[in-house]
């Protein structure tokens, strides 16, 4: 690092803040805070007294934070997850003598720009690739790794696990299985208990009531709300959206530690504010983080459904990956039977988010 070629450094993430877990951190307990330093709002580190600038690739607009740049070096993390246009400026930038862009990511799509168009041409480019598996980090514990195998299933192994650059098709919860993830009985004591919600006007808005089964020591979907406005053939208003979330929630008798509500909707989450409904907190609607959440949960046993839930039940078993998203080199839902779906990821999500699945 001291001694590679003079001129300005760059580290990039999706996001500063995923740069700082994933890479940042571990730096400096490698080669202690005498030697790292993070300049948090700042936007630069240093390493042993090298200045490295710091920047997020999150969406499309991210290529003009680099633009007029020149760089000798640049270290990317999850570089599927960028946009291509800030991975074409980067490497445009890199044009000092023995510029070099080093780069890590998980598998993705076949027909991902990355791989269509960089990987698979890597005989015809100045470029080397290499591949790594779990048994290949030597500070990974045996168990640890055993674990991880365990708890993934269907296309995240083959990606996660096996490292293979492999097509979504078919169901995304392959391994829900009615007959061993769908139980009569409710839960003898609750802990904590989570809604979610996804909201349509034209479409369906459903509500699925999730809680900690403590004795069991597992979720469990337990209620379900939805009404179908294509069937019925009557929309409703926010406000009256929120009378039958508050007349469902005394129904249930159970009281949520939040409602995560799909974020698009502003209005009815306004809404329930004015009638007094607390905890109502915008969702985390990462599609394919909580994709992976529930599967995993689903993997591990660590998530069930009530067989009351019927329509959740026929969405997660009618939910697949869109065939016309994975030609663009996209992973995406098709847009079918998807709100029940949904509705679960956001509360799965949250739980995740707080590391509930493993220690609830």
Same mark, same amino acid.
């Given at each position: 690092m001291v001694e590679g070629p003079p001129g300005p450094l760059l580290m990039v993430g999706k996001t500063?803040?995923?740069?700082? #877990?994933?890479?940042?951190? *571990?730096?400096? !307990?490698?080669?202690? &805070?005498? &030697?790292? #330093?993070?300049?948090?709002?700042?936007g630069e580190c240093y390493l042993y007294g090298r200045p490295i600038m710091l920047a997020g690739a999150n969406d499309e607009r991210s290529e003009g934070k680099i633009r007029g740049m020149t760089l000798v070096g640049a270290y990317g993390d999850e570089l599927t997850l960028w946009p @291509? $246009?800030?991975?074409?400026?980067?490497? $445009?930038? =890199?044009?000092? /003598?023995?510029? !070099?862009?080093? +780069?890590?990511? &998980? *598998?993705?799509? /076949?027909?991902?720009?990355?791989? %269509?168009?960089?990987?698979? #041409?890597?005989?015809?480019?100045? =470029? #080397?690739?290499? !591949?790594?598996?779990?048994?290949?980090n030597p500070s990974l514990p045996a168990e640890y790794v055993e674990q991880l195998k365990r708890e993934y299933t269907g296309l995240w192994y083959k990606r996660f696990i096996l490292g293979l650059w492999v097509q979504a098709e078919?169901?995304?919860?392959?391994?829900?299985?009615?007959?061993?993830?769908?139980?009569?009985?409710? *839960?003898?004591?609750? +802990?904590? %208990?989570?809604?979610?919600?996804?909201?349509?006007?034209? &479409? $369906?808005?459903?509500?699925? %009531?999730?809680?900690?089964?403590? @004795?069991?020591?597992r979720w469990i979907a337990l209620h379900e709300y939805v009404h179908d406005s294509r069937k019925t053939g009557r929309q409703k208003t926010d406000a009256q959206y929120s009378e039958d979330y508050r007349a469902f929630m005394r129904d249930?008798? =159970?009281? /949520? !530690?939040?409602? @995560?509500?799909? *974020?698009?909707?502003? $209005?009815?989450?306004?809404q329930l504010r004015r009638d007094g409904v607390q905890h109502v907190r915008a969702a985390d609607n990462a599609v394919l983080d909580g994709i992976r959440d529930v599967a995993r949960a689903f993997s591990t046993g660590q998530l069930v459904v009530h067989r009351r839930c019927q329509r959740l039940i026929a969405s997660l078993l009618s939910y697949t990956w869109d065939p016309k998203a994975q030609k663009r080199g996209e992973d995406a839902p098709l847009k079918q039977n998807d709100h029940e779906a949904d509705a679960l990821r956001y509360p799965v999500r949250r739980a995740m988010s707080r590391r509930l699945l493993d220690a609830a």
């Open positions: 500063e803040r995923t740069l700082k #877990r994933n890479i940042l951190d *571990p730096i400096a !307990q490698m080669v202690g &805070n005498a &030697n790292f #330093r993070h300049v948090i709002g700042a @291509e $246009s800030f991975f074409g400026m980067l490497l $445009s930038r =890199l044009s000092l /003598p023995g510029a !070099q862009l080093f +780069g890590t990511t &998980n *598998p993705d799509s /076949p027909f991902h720009w990355l791989n %269509v168009n960089y990987l698979e #041409r890597e005989a015809d480019l100045s =470029l #080397r690739r290499f !591949q790594f598996r779990l048994e290949d078919g169901a995304i919860y392959d391994m829900f299985d009615p007959d061993i993830h769908v139980v009569d009985e409710d *839960p003898e004591t609750v +802990g904590i %208990v989570y809604v979610g919600a996804d909201y349509g006007t034209a &479409n $369906s808005t459903v509500f699925i %009531v999730v809680a900690w089964d403590v @004795e069991n020591r249930v008798g =159970l009281f /949520p !530690q939040s409602l @995560e509500l799909d *974020p698009s909707a502003a $209005s009815f989450a306004l």
